[in-house]
């Protein structure tokens, strides 16, 4: 069996939200924040390496800061499958260089899938099934199809999608679309699955919408038909490639003229910043999604590990800990430090999120974490980030 299905990591945020843990020099994508032994970037690759069948058809997406980490975390990736990018320009750069050299190398009629390296998966086989459907979509298709997750929450963090029409009939219950074979058995069927054959693989995209606020995302749980961006695209890169030139062309052709001369590295600082939702999947009349439910979570902040780990009730108050803690009348608080020999003691406090690092430790009130990027600006935590840096270089 060949498989027929190249996978994408992408690997080259910063994950500000999660400082102190989360620094510059090695943000979230490369911890292990659940002390689970794998790393978020090691979790992605192991889910899509099922999917693309080898390390030669899974390729990292990332700065040339982080090289060093994605080798050392990702021994069997082969070096030729580390796309760098010379300068952050958001994910509409990033992906079409990457669809570029896929086309280049596999063809431009290949499925490619883009994941983001540091999200959260709990149901890892309805992932696959989500993933799957996805990739037999856009190859019977030619759609620009995106995994959207069955909302869970009236979240405002997150973008939404609108379904449309059903599209796409499904192939044999459990068939797996990125083999062909001439097995007995259907190829890439699954026997052992059983039940209700879906109606449709997925559904056209009615529209994109921009993080809600609290009464439309609560309205939009209480309806049904609207699923979070989860920002994971699955394409034929001929077929996005293309749109992209339709629809984008002062992002491409730059790009193209500098990846036919071999200018990459010299052109990619000057290109177009723009997200790939922008330049290409809020433009196109091809765009599809297949919903999905595995338990996700783009960890966005340090409340996301409370949604992970849950609260641990204690003589004090139910919190989220990891690491040594005592509290007192202390309730809702995340607690975390790095250090086994580090003890947090709280008294009389709430909903607070407590993070310990080397010599750092913030304490933040849980309804202002998404100001952490602010706080980080501030030209007053110059000298901590780089002492921060420093710890981290030297674990």
Do not use: C
Request: no cysteine; aromatic share 6%.
């Amino acid at each position: 069996m060949t498989p027929g299905f190249v996978a994408v990591i992408m690997a080259g945020g910063q994950g500000q939200r999660f400082w102190p843990l989360s620094t510059a020099g090695k943000p979230k994508q490369f911890l292990d924040l659940r002390r689970t032994g794998r790393s978020l970037l090691q979790a992605t690759y192991d889910r899509v390496l099922r999917l693309a069948g080898t390390p030669g058809r899974v390729l990292v997406a990332t700065a040339r800061r982080y090289v060093d980490l994605v080798r050392e975390q990702l021994p069997d990736l082969p070096l030729e499958n580390l796309l760098v990018e010379p300068t952050p320009r958001d994910s509409a750069p990033a992906i079409a260089l990457a669809s570029l050299t896929i086309e280049q190398r596999f063809g431009p009629d290949v499925v490619a899938g883009f994941f983001s390296s540091d999200h959260e998966v709990a149901d890892t086989a309805a992932f696959e099934r989500a993933a799957r459907a996805a990739i037999a979509l856009a190859a019977g298709e030619d759609g620009l199809v995106t995994i959207g997750i069955t909302p869970t929450r009236p979240a405002t963090g997150y973008g939404y999608i609108e379904v449309g029409a059903p599209v796409g009939a499904p192939g044999p219950l459990g068939a797996d679309p990125t083999q062909t074979g001439t097995d007995p058995t259907p190829a890439g069927t699954d026997p052992t699955q059983t039940g209700p054959r879906p109606t449709a693989l997925g559904h056209r995209v009615a529209r994109f919408v921009e993080k809600p606020n609290l009464r439309t995302a609560e309205a939009y749980l209480a309806t049904g038909g609207y699923l979070w961006n989860a920002g994971i695209f699955v394409w034929r890169v001929g077929t996005a490639l293309a749109e992209l030139d339709r629809h984008d062309p002062e992002l491409m052709r730059p790009l193209r003229e500098a990846f036919a001369s071999g200018r990459v590295t010299e052109a990619f600082p000057s290109l177009k910043k723009i997200s790939i939702d922008f330049a290409l999947m809020e433009r196109t009349d091809r765009a599809l999604v297949v919903p999905g439910d595995f338990g996700w979570d783009d960890i966005g902040d340090w409340v996301a590990l409370e949604r992970l780990l849950g609260t641990q009730d204690g003589p004090g108050g139910a919190n989220t800990v990891v690491g040594r803690h005592v509290g007192l009348d202390a309730s809702r608080n995340i607690v975390y430090t790095d250090d086994p020999e580090d003890v947090i003691v709280t008294l009389g406090v709430h909903d607070l999120v407590i993070v310990k690092r080397g010599n750092a430790v913030m304490l933040v009130h849980k309804d202002r974490v998404q100001e952490i990027k602010t706080l980080l600006a501030d030209e007053r935590m110059a000298a901590l980030l780089d002492e921060v840096e420093g710890a981290a270089a030297g674990e």
